[in-house]
T-cell receptor, first 115, second 114 residues
Framework: SQTIHQWPATLVQPVGSPLSLECTVE??????LYWYRQAAGRGLQLLFY??????ISSEVPQNLSASRPQDRQFILSSKKLLLSDSGFYLC??????????????FGPGTRLTVL | DAKTTQPTSMDCAEGRAANLPCNHS???????VYWYRQIHSQGPQYIIH???NNETNEMASLIITEDRKSSTLILPHATLRDTAVYYC???????????????FGEGTQLTVNP
């Protein structure tokens, strides 16, 4: 069966510090991968998605970047955190088979607080 | 992707059916209706999706109007564990180069009361 892991679960970082959040998927190959952010009391905002190694699409301009160094690894980074980067970060994966829609499976999330 | 409109919040008694409406009046012919839910502090969970026919699975039923401009998610016997934010999302069904990316709105906070 497929599983998705995210770490750390919670993180408190000072403004201006760097960030690295990691997401890994097990039990599937060539998944589509996604990073979402959810501000307190708000809906999810898609930040990045990837359909393959080294292929990253950014949805909104921001202080963050993403990388996919391996097939089942997705990393969210920042060189200098802003207060507005605080939120609940969710990684998700979906299958890439054929042309049909595949449901997304979400990880447990990382709660980031920037002080 | 078409925009959706959902009520901000709804209440339901435990054991009764919960009917969550969604308006998507600008939906186009190749767009599907998807429902996800998010229990507090967890990642969203897929529930169901459909194009124009009504759909049912072990979690819920999806009723889509004939003109496809609105739909209703039905949880037939709501339990306390169904308390969550429910998101109605409309997007094209094919994956293409954008993967299965979704645009989440604010959703409906469903509270199931004992």
């Amino acid at each position: 069966s497929q599983t998705i892991h995210q770490w750390p679960a919670t993180l408190v970082q000072p403004v201006g510090s760097p960030l690295s959040l990691e997401c890994t998927v097990e039990g599937t190959s060539n998944p589509n991968l996604y990073w979402y952010r959810q501000a307190a009391g708000r809906g999810l905002q898609l930040l990045f998605y990837s359909v393959g190694i080294g292929q990253i699409s950014s949805e909104v301009p921001q202080n963050l970047s993403a990388s996919r160094p391996q097939d089942r690894q997705f990393i969210l980074s920042s060189k200098k955190l802003l207060l507005s980067d605080s939120g609940f970060y969710l990684c998700a994966w979906s299958g890439a088979s054929g042309g049909a829609y595949n449901e997304q499976f979400f990880g447990p999330g990382t709660r980031l607080t920037v002080l | 992707d078409a925009k959706t409109t959902q009520p901000t919040s709804m209440d339901c008694a435990e054991g009764r059916a919960a009917n969550l409406p969604c308006n998507h009046s600008t939906i186009s012919g190749n767009e599907y209706v998807y429902w996800y839910r998010q229990i507090h502090s967890q990642g969203p969970q897929y529930i169901i999706h459909g194009l124009k026919n009504n759909e049912t699975n072990e979690m819920a039923s999806l009723i889509i109007t004939e003109d496809r401009k609105s739909s209703t998610l039905i949880l037939p016997h709501a339990t306390l564990r169904d308390t969550a934010v429910y998101y109605c999302i409309v997007r094209v069904g094919s994956v293409g180069t954008s993967g299965s990316r979704l645009t989440f709105g604010e959703g409906t906070q469903l509270t199931v009361n004992p």
